[in-house]
């Protein structure tokens, strides 16, 4: 396994800076869900150069690219592509300056806040590694990059759209994720990694009114207030603290004027768990408490629960986890691999393992300046730092992405490495 690293690692030292180029690339040019089309092109284009079978407009832009190189396993990697509606602050000399139209109409402007940027980047140098050392490995390598990982909708996309007819049945999938966190480090876990999530529109009826005839009305306004207030007592009065559940309301809009009552308010909510059966409580504790509101407020009309967007839980298998862990300990110093909790976050990477019925494992890369993740924890201000989705989240470029294309080379060698 050594050789093989070190002969990797002088590949990739003459690699980096064109990867290095694309990445600052596709940071400056962000695209938001299902509008990855600049993103796949590039993509496309880099592993039909370095001699992989490209399919390319599954799920729409989603991208697949096949090395076949003799018997042996078969290894499924994935990388999502897509940006997010976030004015970029992070001032970085190739920062995003991009506006564009999303798919209601609005005019948003678009940055890689959460660093897909940085796992097309990853994921497009550890192809490159594996395609520049075929003499030391055996077995198919599939690369996945993924749309819309923004919205839960991406990874449904390419499997809907017959992902698993058209590439080789993987053995394993893997993934991995930048995070706040020392640059470099590896954070793994066996059993859940991210959590469930359910993002939720309420829409709550009542009968609009002037301003000043409220005994004519059914206020939209003080429903949906009550409703907001009252939805914040499921997670602490009716889940254990031992059990692990957030419930936000990202949103709450009603009326567009000071003196009239409007006629409906539209509350969005997101939901996140470890657990299915904590989350199958909250779920029906939120119908209840919106229906109960909306009666004791007299709304001429029951409202209506869409659901928005919804994740499973990322669960790692214990025997591939352990597997690609042996091979982080060859890759990587004691210090730089740690086991981590699972996290709040929530991601769709866990659809493909789940429909090919193969086993899978997800991991996190630290991405924060070293120095400045060991000031903010000796200060206890680690909390403090800019996460993913914050403008101004900005992974330092190295050793970041050295150590996500090594990381994802390691983890898929201990398949394909003979």
Not at 60 to 79: E, F, S
Not at 181 to 199: F, L, M, N, P, Y
Not at 222 to 227: G, K, L, N, V
Request: charged share 20%; glycine share 8%; with cysteine.
């Amino acid at each position: 396994m050594n050789e093989r690293i070190q002969s990797a690692t002088t590949v990739l030292k003459k690699l980096l800076p064109e990867i290095e180029s694309t990445y600052k690339l596709i940071h400056s040019h962000p695209e938001l869900s299902m509008q990855e089309y600049e993103t796949a092109d590039l993509v496309a284009k880099n592993l039909d150069r370095s001699g992989f079978e490209v399919l390319t407009g599954i799920g729409k832009t989603g991208v697949a690219g096949i090395l076949r190189n003799g018997d042996g396993p078969t290894v499924m990697t994935r990388a999502d592509m897509d940006a997010l509606p976030v004015k970029e602050g992070t001032g970085l000399p190739y920062a995003s300056k991009v506006i564009t139209t999303d798919e209601e109409g609005k005019t948003v402007p678009v940055m890689h806040a959460c660093g897909h940027d940085m796992h097309v980047a990853w994921l497009l140098g550890a192809a490159s590694l594996f395609a520049s050392n075929r003499n030391i490995w055996k077995g198919t390598l599939i690369v996945i990059f993924q749309p819309a990982e923004e919205t839960a909708a991406g990874s449904r996309a390419m499997i809907n759209d017959g992902l698993f007819r058209k590439i080789p049945k993987p053995d394993v999938v893997l993934g991995q994720h930048v995070m706040v966190g020392s640059a470099g480090v590896i954070g793994w876990r066996d059993g859940v990694v991210t959590s469930t999530a359910d993002s939720l529109e309420i829409k709550m009826f009542g009968r609009g009114a002037h301003g000043s005839m409220p005994q004519s009305s059914v206020d939209p306004v003080i429903m949906s207030a009550s409703t907001a207030l009252r939805l914040q007592t499921i997670v602490s009065r009716e889940i254990s603290p031992s059990d692990f559940a957030v419930l936000t309301i990202g949103s709450l809009q009603a009326g567009t004027k000071e003196n009239v009552i409007p006629d409906e308010a539209v509350l969005k909510l997101n939901i996140r768990t470890l657990d299915e059966n904590v989350r199958a409580h909250i779920l029906s504790a939120v119908e209840r408490i919106v229906y109960s509101e909306a009666s004791a407020s007299g709304a001429p009309k029951k409202p209506e629960i869409r659901s928005i967007e919804h994740y499973s839980l990322v669960r790692n298998d214990s025997k591939a986890t352990e597997k690609a862990v042996e091979s982080f300990k060859s890759c990587f110093p004691s210090e730089e691999l740690k086991e981590v909790q699972p996290t709040s976050a929530s991601e769709d990477f866990g659809n493909f393992g789940d429909e090919a019925n193969v086993p899978s494992v997800f991991w996190f890369v630290g991405g924060t300046d070293p120095d400045e993740f060991a000031r903010a924890e000796k200060d206890g201000k680690i909390g403090e730092i800019p996460t993913n989705h914050n403008p101004c989240f900005a992974p330092v470029i190295h050793p970041t992405l050295e150590a996500g294309i090594k990381a994802m080379y390691c983890a898929a060698g201990a398949w394909l490495f003979q």
